[in-house]
């Protein structure tokens, strides 16, 4: 089975709404930090969003910050991100990323994290 699996990517209007999951079901027996990349045709993968497991502190790419949330359900194993206001600019296929470890850390790098979901479709509209 699929360790990530992302659901909620879909087709919006600007100024739209959409929330996204991620289970994880990883063979680990700590998380350090889950978070959210984009990447949009032709660019680079690009951070999002992260949250540390443990804690619960979180952190934005300033494109998105006072209009995305991240946020986890420990007992779920899930991480979600919250998308309001959205932009046209925003349409990118989504990551959901994982990094095992028993200690919290915020990590910006995609480099850091170890496991990625299979990537979902946010689309917005003009």
């Known amino acids: 089975q699929a360790q990530l699996i992302e659901s909620g990517g879909g087709l919006v209007q600007a100024g739209g709404s959409l929330r996204l999951s991620c289970a994880a079901s990883?063979?680990?027996?700590?998380?350090?930090?889950m978070g959210w990349f984009r990447q949009a045709p032709g660019k680079e993968r690009e951070f999002v969003a992260t949250i540390t497991w443990s804690g619960g502190t979180t952190a934005y790419a300033d494109s998105v910050k006072g209009r995305f949330t991240i946020s986890r359900d420990v007992a779920k194993r899930t991480v979600y991100l919250q998308m309001n206001s959205l932009k046209p600019d925003d349409t990118a296929v989504y990551y959901c990323?994982?990094?095992?470890?028993?200690?919290?850390?915020?990590?910006?790098?995609?480099?850091?994290?170890?496991?990625w979901g299979q990537g979902t479709q946010v689309t917005v509209s003009s």
């Open positions: 990883l063979r680990t027996f700590g998380m350090s930090a």
């Open positions: 990323a994982a990094r095992p470890g028993y200690h919290d850390g915020v990590y910006y790098s995609k480099g850091e994290y170890d496991y």
